[in-house]
């Protein structure tokens, strides 16, 4: 089985008003435990990891085990690459087989932004692996998250616009609001300044920092363009707390019974969030 293309299950979502889950995984074991779930629910699914996760397993590693995972599922499986930080990185992603790739240039200049993105797409696209770019920089939540760096700066539509036309990118990932890891207090969307982004851009729209959103914020940006959600803080809290609880315990101190009890408490994580994002029964 090959993997589905990103950009088809996400522009699906957007046609149909629900959006895809991506999750962050970083082994075999999690892999299997998002599949395991997706295609329990029948949902589409996107596994993701990034420079952070490379420090397990590097691109090809990566796309090897999950080419071969995906073989005993039926349910429409993307591989992306998420937040990669350099050109090379995200041409690594595509020499290793992932179906789609990020770089995230958004703390930088909009002029280097937009022309290294450019680049990528004149790679990407004539292989048929989706680009997504990253406009207004998306900030930390918490202290314990590795993604992004400083404060958030929220998307200017006209920005966005020219960008997303620039480029040529496939999916664009938007501020307003939203922020990785797990949020301290309730996060406040500027859905207004969703809702313009969206008027001005032609492109799919991806939520970072899925984790810890509100249901009722949530569907509301799906309403708004939000195809694609990114989930990583949640499922790492999952599988550390409860490796801290077994160990603390005194149980499992074999690794690999500690681990298939994490994985367990990570699939509840993933089938919230599969339902969450209105993608059961979508595969």
């Known amino acids: 089985m090959k993997f589905t293309s990103t950009i088809a299950l996400v522009k ?18 999690t892999m299997k ?5 997706a295609s329990r629910l029948e949902s589409p699914v996107i596994l993701m990891n990034g420079w952070a996760e490379f420090l397990l397993l590097d691109q090809h590693a990566t796309a090897s085990i999950a080419r071969g995972l995906i073989d005993d ?15 090379e990185q995200v041409m690594e992603g595509i020499r290793a087989g992932y179906v789609s790739v990020m770089l995230d240039y958004s703390t930088k200049p909009f002029e280097e932004n937009a022309a ?3 680049r990528v797409v004149g ?18 939540a918490d202290t314990t998250s590795v993604e992004s760096a400083g404060p958030s700066s929220l998307t200017d539509p006209a920005d966005a616009s020219e960008f997303v036309a620039r480029t040529g990118i496939d999916m664009l990932a938007v501020s307003i609001g939203n922020a ?9 969307f500027e859905f207004d300044l969703l809702a313009k982004i969206r008027d001005a851009v ?12 509100p249901e009722a914020d949530l569907k509301k940006a799906i309403s708004l363009g939000m195809a694609k959600v990114n989930v990583a803080s949640e499922l790492v809290q999952a599988v550390r707390v409860s490796l801290m609880e077994q160990w603390n315990a005194g149980k499992n101190t074999y690794a690999p019974f500690a681990f298939a009890d994490a994985m367990k408490e ?18």
């Open 266 to 283: 990570m699939a509840k994580v993933v089938e919230k969030w599969i339902r969450l994002t209105g993608a059961a029964g979508r595969a």
């Open 116 to 118: 290294a993105l450019e």
């Open 123 to 140: 790679i990407a696209h004539p292989l048929g692996i989706g680009v997504e770019g990253e406009l207004g920089a998306i900030g930390r």
């Open 12 to 29: 699906k979502a957007a046609e149909n008003g629900y959006a895809v889950p991506s999750f962050c995984v970083w082994n075999a074991e």
């Open 73 to 87: 599922y039926s349910i429409p499986v993307a591989l992306h690459l998420d937040h990669g930080q350099t050109i």
């Open 180 to 188: 990785h890891g797990i949020y301290a207090r309730k996060p406040k």
């Open 33 to 37: 435990s998002v599949l395991d779930t």
């Open 202 to 213: 032609n492109v799919p729209l991806v939520l970072h920092g899925g984790s810890g959103t």
